[in-house]
């Protein structure tokens, strides 16, 4: 007997910062318009911006609508908040109350966009800041979001990142308990970042990371390289990965920031290539 694959249809959806080029109303067009059912919009200049007026949001949202597509909102912007240093201040800084901020500004914004997520992570940590003092401001920013969280109805996808001080399943795991096991405190699972950093294949990663699992990115990477490659140039098997996605609800975001160039032509291979994936992922359990 088959065993259906994704109970729950996948929602293939694409990070907008990898349609920098594009205002962001023409990247929503674009993608509806090659068969994505979700975008993740990354609040950054050009774009949605964290100081968006209710006005701009909403015209966002009745987009969004027409055009079928679910939203999550993203934080990771490169030069947000400061015009000359990459990421900062992030929650490890002295100055980490802009960034607490700007998360903040984010989940007003999601709640008012009909996004349930917002993703945000760690940052890497300052190296004037002791190992164990980084992990107390990090858990401090992070009960205050909690109760921003709570408050405007949101769900937090905290992502570890290669290289910052949260970087892998175990680090969010810790974190995840400093804050109690907060029910809004949920993951964003990279799944580039499993074949890149975790010490086990993608597939086991992901099912570690599904009982907090409520945002995902996808791209290829391979092996102790952190870098975002189209899907085919890097070495993850995606049918396993995808296998091991069943069931998941959420969004299922492309994240190729740097691929704004031919961002159209990026998003339609991408979507071509997870849908044969998915494809095939269906077919070895149809086979078992």
């Known amino acids: 007997m088959s065993i259906p694959l994704n109970r729950v ?61 679910a939203l999550a909102v993203e934080t990771g912007g490169r030069y947000t908040l400061d015009s000359r240093r990459k990421h900062f201040p992030t929650l490890l800084h002295a100055e980490g109350e802009a960034r607490a901020d700007l998360i903040r500004r984010a989940m007003r914004i999601a709640a008012d966009l009909g996004a349930p997520v917002v993703h945000f992570w760690s940052g890497i940590r300052p190296p004037e800041v002791p190992e164990a003092e980084a992990w107390d401001r990090l858990a401090r920013h992070c009960e205050r979001l909690l109760a921003e969280a709570d408050r405007v109805g949101v769900t937090l996808g905290f992502e570890p990142e ?43 990663c992901v099912e570690r990371a599904k009982p907090y699992l409520v945002h995902v990115q996808i791209e290829d990477m391979r092996r102790g390289v952190h870098e975002h490659l189209e899907f085919g140039e890097g070495e ?31 998003a339609r291979r991408s979507i071509e290539f997870l849908r044969r994936a998915h494809d095939l992922a269906g077919a070895g359990r149809s086979r078992r």
């Not at 970087?167 to 074949?195: K, M, S, V, W």
């Not at 995606?238 to 975001?253: E, R, S, Y």
Request: charged letters at 20%.
């Open 9 to 69: 249809p996948v929602n293939w959806a694409y990070c907008t910062n990898g349609f920098r080029d594009h205002p962001l109303d023409e990247a929503l067009r674009v993608l509806a318009g090659l068969g994505y059912t979700g975008a993740a919009i990354t609040l950054d200049h050009g774009h949605l911006t964290p100081e968006a007026t209710p006005a701009e949001v909403d015209r966002i949202a009745a987009l969004a609508r027409r055009l079928g597509l």
């Open 162 to 204: 290669p290289g910052m001080l949260v970087q892998d399943l175990a680090g969010y795991e810790r974190l995840r308990g400093l804050l109690g096991g907060h029910p809004r405190f949920g993951l964003t699972l990279d799944i580039g970042h499993c074949r890149c950093l975790e010490p086990y294949d993608v597939p086991e």
């Open 236 to 266: 993850i098997d995606f049918p396993p990965a995808l296998a091991a996605l069943d069931g998941f609800g959420g969004l299922v975001a492309v994240e190729l920031a740097r691929h704004s160039h031919a961002a159209p032509d990026v």
